[in-house]
């Protein structure tokens, strides 16, 4: 037998396994088993067979494991105790190994492993399948309204605050998000990414708190259903599938334990596995089990107690898992089905609410402010004309006039007059004198136009290319230029 190295192997003559190891053999696993299978069914010896896969083998922790048991089949080991050694095959593929050595069926026992492998796969990838749709969209989305919130909403922002006008609650909103995260985003979106990262691995996958979300999923109706047919499922073809290889009934319910992640029926069959190793049938302890109705519909509660009574069990539970299979791959699609409409509402819902924070102070800047500069001017007064006796007045219906230095002055139709600030950089210049008249162009302030007339409160000037327009009195005066 070869040299081992020291650090292989713990003084019990089994392999250390560290995390970062565990990890990197979690997938090569079953690649290795269906290589092994196909080639002792092909002739080739065990030693040879393990010599081709090493040099197959990528993974440099996956090669690792190959060659400590290489060396023990070397050494005399048998293939089940090389595997046990490695550390990184659960109990009920050992269990399998070692029957099919005992009895001859070494190779269909692989392969009833290898199949039971791709369904458990099988099985994962359509739960996967069915959360990865709205789990993208509604990613996306987040991602989508950050990103408007963070670049888009404080440029607006300062348009917006110029108008001095009372925004709608929702702009506000958004904008003071987008300010806080154009300032503090560098740390706050990191920071959420973390949250939301480390929230997810505790609430899903850490081992002593996935519970939570495993009672989340159980009591969401429709994702409820799914897990349950898949566990039937895997129920019914790994039980069925190891009592036909022939291992006891107590060791396949604690094997099925060993391999099934949800808490609620790893209970259920370790409950089983004990009530069973002490001679009670399945009947009986199906029912002493606390709500099994909500871990196995009653129907399957009964085709188990009928096959108990007739012999035919493991039969049974391959048909069982076969059924509900199929019921999974329907489950699956109409969960896809059911949620793409309720992704579109909230998807559409935020995509609304960002539009409406920003379409409707733009609606009320062009609405109000379009009309802002014709005010209606106070109601019609005698104005004081400066003459060479200021004592005299003229009625303000015999001659237009304007304000110059607090004192209404008289314009006659030789005056040039100018526009004065409105507060919007504009005045708007209407085809007749009212605030409802068609708006003809804008003027600015500081402008000056040739006067022409004026009726109470509207101001008619001369626009080029011979046009003329009224404009509201109160915000022009006679200019000081020629």
């Known amino acids: 037998m070869k040299n081992r190295k020291p650090e292989e192997k713990t003084p019990n003559n089994t392999m250390k396994v560290g995390f970062f190891l565990a990890l990197s053999t979690k997938k090569e696993k079953g690649s290795f088993?269906?290589?092994?299978?196909?080639?002792?069914?092909?002739?080739?010896?065990?030693?040879?067979?393990?010599?081709?896969?090493?040099?197959?083998?990528?993974?440099?922790?996956?090669?690792?494991?190959?060659?400590?048991?290489?060396?023990?089949?070397?050494?005399?080991?048998?293939?089940?105790?090389?595997?046990?050694?490695?550390?990184?095959?659960?109990?009920?593929?050992?269990?399998?190994?070692?029957?099919?050595?005992?009895?001859?069926?070494?190779?269909?026992?692989l392969n009833a492993?290898?199949?039971?492998?791709?369904?458990?796969?099988?099985?994962?990838?359509?739960?996967?399948?069915?959360?990865?749709?709205?789990?993208?969209?509604?990613?996306?989305?987040?991602?989508?309204?950050?990103?408007?919130?963070?670049?888009?909403?404080?440029?607006?922002?300062?348009?917006?605050?110029?108008?001095?006008?009372?925004?709608?609650?929702?702009?506000?909103?958004?904008?003071?998000?987008?300010?806080?995260?154009?300032?503090?985003?560098?740390?706050?979106?990191?920071?959420?990414?973390?949250?939301?990262?480390?929230?997810?691995?505790?609430?899903?996958i850490y081992r002593r708190t996935k519970f939570v979300g495993q009672f989340i999923f159980l009591n969401t109706p429709i994702i409820k259903r799914l897990v349950q047919e898949v566990e039937i499922s895997k129920f019914g073809y790994i039980l069925g599938n190891l009592m036909s290889a022939g291992l006891p009934v107590v060791t396949s319910l604690r094997s099925l334990a060993d391999i099934t992640s949800i808490n609620r029926y790893k209970r259920f069959y370790s409950f089983l596995a004990d009530k069973v190793s002490e001679g009670n049938s399945f009947h009986k302890s199906f029912t002493?089990?606390?709500?099994?109705?909500?871990?196995?519909?009653?129907?399957?509660?009964?085709?188990?107690?009928?096959?108990e009574k007739s012999g035919r069990l493991s039969e049974s539970l391959v048909n069982i898992g076969e059924k509900y299979e199929e019921k999974t791959e329907s489950t699956s699609k109409n969960l896809t089905t059911l949620l793409e409409p309720l992704l579109l509402v909230i998807v559409w819902f935020g995509v609304g609410t960002v539009a409406l924070a920003v379409i409707l102070p733009i609606y009320s800047?062009?609405?109000n402010l379009g009309d802002t500069p014709d005010t209606q001017p106070p109601a019609a007064k005698t104005r004081v004309v400066k003459t060479a006796d200021p004592s005299v007045e003229v009625p303000e219906s015999t001659e237009s006039s304007a304000t110059e230095d607090g004192v209404e002055v008289l314009l006659t139709?030789?005056?040039?007059?100018?526009?004065?600030?409105?507060?919007?950089?504009?005045?708007?210049?209407?085809?007749?004198?009212?605030?409802?008249?068609?708006?003809?162009?804008?003027?600015?302030?500081?402008?000056?136009?040739?006067?022409?007339?004026?009726?109470?409160?509207?101001?008619?000037?001369?626009?080029?290319?011979?046009?003329?327009?009224?404009?509201?009195?109160?915000?022009?005066?006679?200019?000081?230029?020629?």
Not at 288 to 304: A, D, G
Request: glycine content about 8%; aromatic content about 8%.
């Open 113 to 204: 492993i290898v199949t039971q492998q791709q369904k458990e796969q099988a099985l994962k990838a359509k739960i996967s399948s069915a959360m990865m749709y709205p789990v993208f969209v509604l990613g996306l989305m987040v991602v989508v309204s950050i990103g408007i919130a963070w670049f888009i909403l404080p440029r607006l922002s300062s348009v917006f605050k110029s108008v001095n006008k009372k925004l709608p609650i929702v702009t506000r909103i958004l904008i003071e998000t987008g300010n806080f995260l154009g300032e503090y985003g560098y740390i706050v979106i990191p920071a959420l990414l973390i949250a939301m990262t480390l929230l997810v691995y505790f609430v899903f």
């Open 33 to 109: 088993i269906e290589n092994l299978a196909m080639l002792l069914t092909s002739g080739i010896d065990l030693v040879s067979a393990f010599d081709t896969i090493a040099t197959e083998t990528r993974s440099a922790g996956m090669k690792k494991v190959v060659n400590f048991m290489k060396e023990e089949i070397e050494g005399g080991s048998s293939l089940s105790n090389a595997m046990d050694a490695s550390r990184i095959f659960s109990p009920h593929i050992i269990s399998l190994v070692q029957l099919g050595e005992q009895s001859g069926k070494l190779i269909e026992n």
């Open 365 to 367: 800047l062009v609405g």
């Open 413 to 482: 139709g030789d005056d040039i007059v100018e526009i004065l600030p409105t507060g919007v950089d504009y005045l708007n210049v209407r085809k007749e004198p009212s605030t409802g008249a068609e708006i003809l162009t804008r003027v600015k302030p500081g402008e000056r136009y040739k006067y022409l007339e004026e009726i109470t409160g509207w101001t008619r000037i001369e626009l080029p290319e011979n046009g003329s327009g009224w404009v509201s009195a109160n915000y022009v005066r006679k200019s000081d230029q020629d």
């Open 288 to 307: 002493t089990y606390k709500n099994t109705s909500q871990i196995f519909p009653l129907q399957v509660q009964q085709i188990l107690f009928a096959s």
